[in-house]
């Protein structure tokens, strides 16, 4: 499960809260649905499921799931959803490391 967060993460998160490994299976259960490349409401879902996460950022809510969602789901997200919002995949990706302005470049070109 760690292995899918960033390395600015795994410094602040304790996966020893149960909370903390359900949410981290949670968002590798929604890359793994986003991996099988099939469009549909499962994807609908997970595109919408993202618009609440980020709206949720917005309004100052403490502390993001976010954190617990894997670099490669961007990409995922932005090649099987209809995702048009550049301002959820600045959202979605961590933009302190290299690898996550690398990722969000990529997923903003493919919009």
Do not use: Y
Not at 4 to 16: D, E, K, N, Y
Not at 89 to 98: C, E, M
């Amino acid at each position: 499960m760690s292995t899918s967060l960033s390395a600015s993460q795994l410094h602040t998160v304790s996966m020893r809260d149960p909370l903390n490994r359900v949410l981290a299976n949670l968002f590798l259960l929604i890359s793994s649905i986003l991996g099988a490349k099939t469009a549909g409401t499962h994807t609908q879902f997970v595109q919408w499921f993202m618009e609440e996460c980020v709206d949720c950022l917005e309004q100052g809510s403490r502390g993001s799931i976010l954190q617990f969602m894997p670099f490669t789901m961007v990409s995922e997200l932005v090649k099987v959803s209809t995702m048009s919002s550049p301002k959820i995949v600045l959202a979605i990706t961590d933009l302190s490391l290299p690898l996550g302005r690398r990722v969000a470049a990529k997923a903003i070109a493919a919009l």
